[in-house]
């Protein structure tokens, strides 16, 4: 089973999308790979999902990506004596450490790192931007606040910073339990939430120790300062435009989603466009016209995949939400003036062999006219490199790794098949001719081009280019 398009799917699973004929309805309408939301659901709720994605992939016989996304710090306020409080603009709200419920006057924010790194003039914004403060004065354990936006402020409404870095972990404690168990299953990426300096990715990868490749969620100002440090870190990024359109001004978000996929494809790391894509059809069986043409827009740019959040986990039609999004991609990649934008866009490659072979890949398959680029890797280096420069014809990666397999899933153009390692240049091209036949990429007389690299299944040794035409063997 193929695609007809490269860029690749990302589905969240809950309660509208759990069971295995629900998940298979998913893969069958165009999902590649399905996200488990860390911020919802319980241990049993994951594995249970975990399974019929497994048990799917193995009904389909097609690799499946699956991401675990942990769920962060997540910073509030305390409670309120009568439950909520109504603020009026231009009044004062004290916050503090002290546990007592609150009022309209004062209410207790638990997060001491929070009055570490404020300062006068701080803006602070509570229910997701719709109460604004500013920080008139503070102390170790308080700070004095001016209402800027006032209105209505329940207990436990969350807490954004824009501009300011915090002092803490990416990781909670409820996320190194999280992140144990989504290893324990077997998942292939983990998104890593509230991502503000590289060495938060860093932390992540050394608890990972390579069991899975970490994606780094994109929705702090903060990240923005180094960004190219994060992408050289990260396996993937993903621009998270709900926290991200809280923090920053709604105008720029679309400027910083640029700038994350021109950087990423820039570095060949691949991104992931998520959040409010198709947000109407959790309600309707239709997306809007500025839907369609948001998710179109992440796909001109150049994204790795575009994501379903509640569309697909909560919504009263998620089979019809991948649909639509299947379709719009298919729409897009078949228009002549989104072959002229990827011609146009190809990265310089870097100065090394296997940036060299990967280039030679795509120059010659538009040359030739060849059927698929096939690739062979232990590591999925050489298949990332060769997506990179975005061909016209498919990628078929051969991998010795079934989590390699599921891991590129998630990039644009890859389709995976998993077999036995080759020892020779004959059974190379023995094993690319027969794959792309049996996939469905090539029939007799057509050409391929091979990319792999000697020792065969030695990482990072891309330096081989063969061009083979498909016959008997």
Known sequence: ?????????????????????????????????????????????????????????????????????????????????????????????RLDLDPTAGDDKRVCLPHPEIFAA?????????????????????????????????????????LNLPNVTLAISPLTDKDRSDLNFALSLGVDWVALSFVQRPEDVEEAKVLIGGRAWVMS?????????????????????????????????????PILQKRVTNACRAAGTPVVIATQMLESMIHSPVPTRAEASDVATAIFDGADAVMLSAETASGSYPVEAVTFMNRIIESVESADNYRDMRDGSRPVPDKTTRDAICEAAQQVAHTMSVAAIVTFTSSGSTTLRVARQRPEVPVLCITNAVLVARQLALVWGAHSVVAEDVHSFGEMVTVAIETTQQEGFARWKDLIVIAAGVPFGKSGTTNILRVAVVEET
């Open 118 to 158: 404020i300062q006068v003039g701080t803006d602070l914004l509570l229910d997701d931007g719709k109460v604004r403060l500013t920080v008139e004065s503070h102390g170790a354990d308080w700070a004095e606040t001016r209402v800027v936006v006032g209105g209505p402020l329940s207990n436990h409404k969350g």
């Open 1 to 93: 089973m193929r695609r007809a398009r490269k860029a690749k799917i990302l589905a969240t699973l809950g309660p509208a999308s759990s069971t295995t004929e629900k998940i298979e309805e998913l893969f069958r309408a165009g999902a590649d790979a399905f996200r488990l939301n860390f911020s919802h659901g319980t241990h049993a709720d994951h594995k249970r999902r975990y399974d019929n994605i497994r048990a799917v992939e193995h009904k389909m016989g097609r690799p499946i990506s699956i991401v675990a996304d942990l769920q962060g710090p997540k910073l509030r306020i305390g409670e309120f004596a009568h439950g909520k409080i109504t603020l009026a603009t231009g009044a004062k709200l």
């Open 217 to 253: 969620k994109l929705e702090k100002p903060a990240a923005f300062e180094r960004l190219n440090r994060i992408i050289e870190l990260s396996d993937a990024v993903m621009v998270a435009r709900g926290d991200l359109g809280v923090e920053c001004p709604p105008e720029t978000v």
